[in-house]
């Protein structure tokens, strides 16, 4: 039996990206940027979603595709918050724990491609 996508690291820390996102969208400053703030959620929302399908197909080459684009929305995400500490919506001190997530999933889901990517290899 394969894992559940809820049993990868990965995915827990892009639930715990989306909680601190979500949270950061709360401050006033970000009241009236309704387009900025869907932009962010459903990029962020984006890479626990695609890792979630992508896990469900059973194939290593449509998991690692689905991988892809939540590395993808990852980058969004990560620019998004760069945007939002330059547009003075929100200060350094309060993107960088998402920052630095942001990057860590980024590096983990580099990882769990090039992990995949061997377990084609060898089956070939």
């Known amino acids: 039996m394969t894992k559940s996508f809820e049993e990868f690291e990965v995915h827990k820390k892009g639930v715990q990206l989306t909680k601190l996102v979500f949270k950061l969208l709360r401050k006033t400053t970000l009241d009236k940027e309704f387009g900025f703030k869907d932009q962010i959620k459903r990029a962020v929302i984006s890479i626990t979603n695609n890792i979630a399908e992508g896990s469900e197909y059973n194939n290593n080459k449509q998991f690692i595709r689905y991988l892809k684009i939540a590395k993808g929305s990852c980058a969004e995400v990560r620019n998004m918050l760069v945007l939002a500490r330059e547009l003075e919506f929100c200060s350094n001190d309060e993107i960088q724990e998402s920052y630095i997530l942001s990057i860590e999933i980024s590096q983990n889901i580099s990882n769990f491609i090039k992990y ?9």
Do not use: F, V
């Open 116 to 124: 995949l990517n061997s377990k084609l290899e060898i089956n070939k």
